[in-house]
């Protein structure tokens, strides 16, 4: 391998993705808008379905309560502390008025209670709501909080009445005391973004690995690329070289995307949270081994989409083997995004793709053991060599790159 010919070859390849501009423009303009415009739309759609949840608490009472005297309990006892729980007119029909989104809920308050109140007894409420329906399933807790409450001061009463101090019945105080770095990110963050990022480099460099090998083979110009002074390893690491590098600012430019995304719209990441933070931080040591450990993912993708590009006929049968990488980066995404970097085991600090995943996760989620950063970052320059390996094995062979 003559490191003068890959050079050259290196920048011919560059040369010549840089002369196509609807590729420019796909794969490093277009995220950069794109991005920023779907976490708004999500972001303010999350957003707008948790204010729904925490100022449209609408409640309705069946007919067999629908009296001025249960009105007006409920309304001075049950929701004078709770001024966003709306008591609207009574529902004939509570199942149908739920169904058709009339009101989210329909309370039926026992006909005695007066009467069991004076007697010491309990008494029922029925409430009647949608429990498939995600909104009424938040709004349940903000109105089941105000009937404990007025539960407790019917209580707090009764011991009052008896000269009973009312912290009897709280032997046990719990007080929380959250250890979490207020550095550590958000939640949604340490899920999403891990799979997001393996997605964006999976995907990163197939436009210029379907071109680079199956597009000059389709327009004829491979067979004169091979005839000339440089060596098949030369053209190869040539190849493998601009594919990484367009790899790479493909997925800076969707994460630039990604950020400026977050900040003009952070409810996405905040769990719908209006004006929630995201609070992060990353230590160099770590962010080091990001990069490299990130840099080293994109390398052997490279060199994978190559060896597929060398073997597939044409341009649309490299597109369509290619676009399986996609799954497999969803994959471990998808299987890891619930654990908590708590939850990590070694082994998955070893295995391709998924160590990058994991170790992108355990560093948002503030958790950082630099030992097994390091044998992500070993594994990772392995796997980039047997890659190396496997798409020059493909290479070298006549029967594999001239396939009919």
């Known amino acids: 391998m ?3 010919h890959v050079w050259i070859v290196f920048k011919k390849e560059v040369k010549d993705i840089a002369r196509d501009k609807r ?20 972001g303010g759609g999350m957003e707008k379905m948790e204010n729904d949840i925490n100022e449209n608490v609408t409640v309705a009472l069946a007919p067999e309560s629908n009296t001025q005297k249960i009105r007006d309990m409920v309304r001075q006892e049950i929701f004078v502390d709770y001024p966003k729980i709306k008591l609207v007119k009574s529902a004939e029909d509570p199942k149908e008025a739920i169904r058709k989104n009339d009101v989210r809920f329909v309370l039926n308050i026992q006909a005695d209670y007066e009467d069991r109140l004076k007697e010491g007894a309990p008494f029922s409420i029925t409430v009647l709501y949608d429990q498939s329906d995600t909104k009424s399933a938040g709004s ?41 770095d207020e550095k550590t990110s958000n939640l949604m963050l340490m899920m999403i973004l891990p799979m997001l990022v393996a997605t964006l480099i999976a995907v990163g460099g197939i436009p210029a690995a379907t071109d680079l090998v199956a597009g000059e083979k389709e327009r004829g110009t491979f067979e004169p690329l091979l005839t000339t002074q440089a060596g098949r390893m030369s053209i190869l690491i040539g ?11 493909s997925v800076i430019a969707q994460m630039i995307g990604i950020l400026i995304g977050i900040m003009m719209n952070p409810s996405f990441f905040t769990m719908g949270e209006a004006g929630g933070n995201l609070r992060f931080f990353i230590p160099p040591t770590a962010l080091a081994f990001l990069i490299l450990i990130t840099i080293t993912l994109g390398m052997v993708f490279s060199a ?30 998808y299987a890891t995004m619930m654990l908590q970097p708590g939850d990590l085991k070694l082994y998955m600090f070893s295995v391709p793709l998924l160590n990058a995943i994991a170790s992108l996760k355990m560093i948002l989620g503030g958790v950082i053991n630099y030992t097994y950063l390091g044998i992500a970052l070993g594994t990772s320059a392995v796997y980039v060599i047997l890659s190396l390996i496997f798409a020059a094995s493909l290479f070298n062979r006549e029967k594999y790159l001239f396939r009919s």
Do not use: C, H
């Open 239 to 249: 190849k493998y070289l601009t594919v990484t590098l367009f790899s790479l600012v």
């Open 304 to 333: 994978i989409q190559l060896a597929i590009s060398t073997y597939a006929r044409s341009f649309k049968e490299a597109q369509t083997y290619l676009s399986f990488l996609v799954f497999i980066a969803i994959v471990p995404g």
């Open 23 to 42: 590729t420019l423009i796909t794969n490093l303009l277009v995220p950069v808008i794109l991005m920023p415009l779907l976490f708004t739309i999500l």
């Open 2 to 4: 003559n490191w003068k």
């Open 140 to 180: 349940y807790a903000i109105l089941a909080k105000a009937i404990d409450a007025f539960s407790r001061r019917i209580v707090l009463k009764r011991l009052t009445e008896k000269d009973i101090d009312p912290q009897i019945l709280e032997p046990i105080r719990i007080v929380q005391n959250n250890t979490a």
